[in-house]
Nanobody, 116 residues
Framework: QVHLVESGGGLVQPGGSLRLSCTAS????????MSWYRQAPGKEREVVAA????????YYADSVKGRFAVSRDDVKNTMYLQMNNLDTEDTAVYYC?????????WGQGTQVTVSS
């Protein structure tokens, strides 16, 4: 079965760090362009980071540039999102997915809450 599972979220204080994981099953992650997304309460889902399918380039939303970094472990078939210097504005459910036209059904996501 082809799907993605996000993990690694939690409660963190402002200025803290978290690393999210996105593990693929049923397909090889490196063969697809991938993105991290987030959806905050009452807001639309937005792209926060993207990686090309050969992994040579990454792109970031302006709001996270310099704080977030996307990477991939091809042996583990897993993509990561390292999030540093977190702010309350980063509170959201984070998802990963393949980009258009390869998008899969959305998973459960992983909740990130930044609060003191």
């Amino acid at each position: 079965q082809v799907h993605l599972v996000e993990s690694g979220g939690g409660l963190v204080q402002p200025g803290g760090s978290l690393r999210l994981s996105c593990t693929a099953s049923g397909f090889t992650l490196r063969n697809f362009p991938m993105s991290w997304y987030r959806q905050a309460p009452g807001k639309e889902r937005e792209v926060v980071a993207a990686m090309t399918w050969i992994g040579d380039r990454s792109y970031y939303a302006d709001s996270v540039k310099g704080r977030f970094a996307v990477s991939r472990d091809d042996v583990k078939n897993t993509m990561y999102l390292q999030m540093n210097n977190l702010d309350t504005e980063d509170t959201a459910v984070y998802y990963c997915n393949r980009r258009e036209p390869y998008v899969l059904s959305w998973g459960q996501g992983t909740q990130v809450t930044v609060s003191s």
